[in-house]
């Protein structure tokens, strides 16, 4: 019935035809999210905040299984404790809101204007390590105390001057793990284990495949040691660093502070790390895999499973499909799918079926129904899976859709990340030369700004020397950095791809987000 | 095995020593928050943000049962979009952050100082009407569009100059929930909707019974029409105001612009609402029930129902112990109570006894289990109520604490409503005169700020002739303002306790916080 709409595909533009409008266009017709009249601030809509919604159950659930307690901390950071850390406020200054009045007064004009300056601006935190830090001194006395697993759900602003929608924004919402413990070993170990829980979500929640690994020194958080970090490729073949695992060793334990007697009577610095995610994830997970026809939920984490369509054209029979309907989505709810009822929704507005339909597909929930009085005769469904063309329906025997649906979910689930890891595959390339290499990244035809797509090859196994400068020159000239250096990337000898100095270790590099 | 401690009761000073000493106290002892390096700040501690998790979850399964959807605005407010509405920016331009400049640089001293001042300062949200209001006139365009029922999770800031953990802080947790109706009729009815689905939470769920009720126009939300809230009573006889829900009439669609095409055709302005509740919620808990031993909370919002602990002098026994523990609480956890399994600790730290049981008396779990070897010889367990005496023990047979555990934390539960009931009712007086009232309300012994629990008999449930100058006047001279008028207040004919003017029905007065 939307045959035509479906020829043009539902977002215009496409991926092909323009990568970064075409998000804009996803983001814009699943209702995730707009910009809102405060400067690179977003509001993030019903649809979109119930994809973050369960992004936090289900991460809140690993924390928390990982012996990690949840607590709260000021919006506000002392610009005092900023500059605690040194490397650390270098990095966040050139990007904080600054609070520097109380209160309102009428000026001259009569206009309100700020009043009552504070003694010390405050920063709205772009993170928290010394405002938890300054706390943790205190919370941490003695060796009994630790190790101190903490999380906390928060906003948090970086006054970004280009901003998109999801990935990169003024405000956005995180969780920021922070933890003190007694040894170097113990904090390296939290380190690697909120990594792989971060793996773990991405992988097999969110259907997207990740690269774990090592920052080099010049991508470092500002103040860690040590970063690590989950990659995914997107279908523009950039990467998006989607999760991030910092081991901080004393640094900011010697900058607040956080000091305890341990067993052995020594009064010791803690050894400290954080990690976080933010709703950066609900832009990687679009990007990874939505269609022209915009937005595909992976099932795992979809607000809506299952969305029924009653077909209600003949007022005779309306109420009797929207009655079987109704009884259709009971017998679903009482199904499970990853751990929680499956959900469903009616659709009885009033509107055409084809708008209808369209919008559904647009927000990318999984599975579709139809289901008409010929249907309720024939004790069938006509059922559509996201995962496939919008025009792809199936007839199939009501019981048989109801007592499959999860493993229905599981399949298009596994499907999407198979997708996402052939993608990747398809676009990951061992490169030995340095002509390859400048190849692989040069615009495969002329792109501007708003067109990315084609413009290079996607992820380079490369060698690389270690060089900070050379990583610079690489970065100015071509755009590309390196994404990280994987953990799992086996020792073997090389020259780097750039200077030809001899290298161990091959590395990810990308053009990234 | 501490007596000692006991007869001091575990909290010094008492309620009845110095009330606003005990309840910094009864935080300080259950680990609920404390104060941040940031004025007037707090930081949520663990056990007190897992008092706060169940409060969201519980009320956001409500919001959501009643058809509202969660999004997220942004934490700025333009300075203009405050001033859109007169009577709201007058209301909080005395204590909002105000956030001026978005980067930091090296000062003459070599000190940072802000830099990159803004074309126009930005608000920390104090509420959201306004940023929400100029989103809903994008998203409303015809009565098809509405209700729009959204609610919002999140931070806001008020400068208060004196505050007080839960109670008043310059930052605090809250939701606020937002609508926008086609009719007057329709937005008075989510008004008052909401209004019942916090007093069904502060009854049901908090133990906490409060009076539903209209505020006077003087302690109307600014830029309300209508005001309405729920007032509990604490056991300093003072009221505090739990929650409140606002009919805005078209003050912020006219401020904001929200209109639309209604189904006659005619463009018109919306009816809007807001309501919320705050992490205060959490300080009125903590004052309605907790008593001389530290906090006790409400079974049905309980982080941990149970706590278990095991009895180890002896090595040869601690395993067995330790053993016989873990299946207890695997059996209690298989038990469902209040829509959820029954959470249980065991709690095996190497502690002394006496602390390890005093620290879960402070922290409110209300129920406490030791088991010993001879306990599990006899198959039974040594049960210990919060809502009873901390040297309250009772023998019970094990499997029949398992299956009536459940059952024995809804005793507790109404049994604390009941008391709480009772002690609202006992310090609720109809009064009739002017000499009654004011004594009523004046200190039985020399105050001082610090000691407000027996300066005033509680609730005063009289006349009140209307006049905004007369309730004015009460507040200066006595410290004592209209709570609200109860909903279901009966139409009484009476003369005003102040005035002796005509007046039609008793409202609630009484001191607040």
Same mark, same amino acid.
């Given at each position: 019935?939307?045959?035509?709409?479906?020829?043009?595909?539902?977002?215009?533009?496409?991926?092909?035809?323009?990568?970064?409008e075409w998000y804009q266009q996803v983001v814009r017709?699943?209702?995730?999210?707009?910009?809102?009249?405060?400067?690179?601030?977003?509001?993030?809509?019903?649809?979109?905040y119930a994809l973050w919604e369960n992004v936090q159950r289900v991460l809140d659930g690993m924390f928390k299984a990982t012996g990690h307690r949840n607590a709260y901390f000021p919006l506000f950071?002392?610009?005092?404790?900023?500059?605690? =850390? $040194?490397?650390?406020? %270098?990095?966040? &200054?050139?990007?904080?809101?600054?609070?520097t009045h109380h209160r309102l007064k009428a000026g001259p004009d009569g206009k309100l204007i700020p009043d009552g300056e504070l003694d010390e601006p405050l920063i709205v935190r772009p993170t928290s390590e010394t405002i938890i830090g300054a706390t943790f001194a205190k919370w941490v006395q003695s060796y009994r105390d630790l190790p101190l697993l903490i999380n906390q759900w928060a906003n948090v602003v970086r006054w970004e001057m280009r901003t998109r929608l999801f990935l990169r924004t003024a405000e956005f919402l995180w969780q920021e793990g922070h933890t003190a413990h007694a040894t170097q070993e113990e904090a390296v170990d939290e380190t690697m284990k909120m990594l792989r829980v971060?793996?773990?979500?991405?992988?097999?929640w969110m259907a997207m495949?990740?690269?774990?690994?090592?920052?080099?020194?010049?991508?470092?958080?500002?103040?860690?040691?040590?970063?690590?970090?989950? =990659? $995914?490729?997107?279908? %523009?073949?950039? &990467?998006?660093?989607?999760?991030?695992?910092?081991?901080?060793?004393?640094?900011?334990?010697?900058?607040?502070?956080?000091?305890?007697?341990?067993?052995?009577?020594?009064?010791?610095f803690a050894w400290t790390t954080s990690w976080g995610v933010s709703t950066?994830?609900?832009?990687?997970?679009?990007?990874?895999?939505?269609?022209?026809?915009?937005l595909m939920v992976p099932p795992r984490l979809a607000p809506t499973h299952v969305v029924i369509l009653p077909v209600m054209h003949k007022p005779e029979t309306a109420q009797q499909v929207l009655d079987y309907c109704r009884k259709l989505?009971?017998?679903?709810?009482?199904?499970?799918?990853a751990g929680r009822a499956i959900e469903v929704e009616v659709d009885a507005r009033d509107l055409r079926g084809g708008d209808k339909m369209w919008q559904w597909v647009k927000k990318g929930v999984p599975l579709?129904?139809?289901?008409?009085?010929?249907?309720? =005769?024939?004790?069938?469904?006509?059922?559509?899976?996201?995962?496939?063309?919008?025009?792809?329906?199936?007839a199939m025997p009501r019981d048989q859709f109801v007592q499959g649906c999860a493993a229905l979910l599981q399949e298009i689930q596994d499907g999407m990340f198979a997708r996402a890891a052939a993608f990747r595959e398809q676009h990951t390339r061992r490169i030995d030369t340095k002509a390859e290499f400048e190849a692989f990244f040069t615009p495969k035809r002329a792109g501007d700004e708003n067109q990315p797509a084609e413009i290079h090859g996607g992820f380079a196994l490369a060698h690389f020397c270690g060089d900070a400068a050379v990583e610079a020159e690489v970065k100015d000239r071509l755009g590309v950095t390196i994404r990280c250096i994987p953990l799992d990337a086996p020792e073997e000898q090389g020259t780097c791809v750039i200077t030809g100095r001899p290298s161990s270790r091959r590395v990810v590099w990308g053009k990234s987000y």
């Open positions: 019935m939307s045959g035509n709409q479906k020829q043009q595909t539902a977002i215009t533009p496409t991926r092909e035809e323009n990568y970064a017709a699943g209702d995730l999210a707009e910009n809102s009249p405060v400067r690179g601030c977003m509001v993030i809509k019903p649809w979109g950071i002392p610009l005092s404790f900023l500059e605690k =850390e $040194a490397a650390h406020v %270098d990095g966040f &200054a050139k990007e904080c809101a600054v609070v971060y793996a773990d979500f991405a992988e097999n495949p990740v690269i774990q690994g090592r920052k080099t020194d010049s991508e470092r958080f500002p103040g860690a040691v040590d970063t690590y970090c989950i =990659e $995914a490729m997107m279908q %523009d073949r950039k &990467a998006l660093q989607a999760g991030t695992s910092h081991f901080l060793g004393q640094n900011f334990a010697k900058a607040s502070e956080i000091q305890f007697l341990d067993a052995d009577g020594q009064q010791k950066r994830l609900i832009g990687a997970m679009i990007m990874t895999h939505s269609d022209d026809d915009g989505a009971e017998d679903l709810r009482a199904q499970h799918f579709r129904i139809e289901v008409g009085p010929r249907d309720i =005769e024939q004790g069938a469904v006509f059922m559509a899976r996201r995962d496939r063309g919008a025009k792809d329906k199936q």
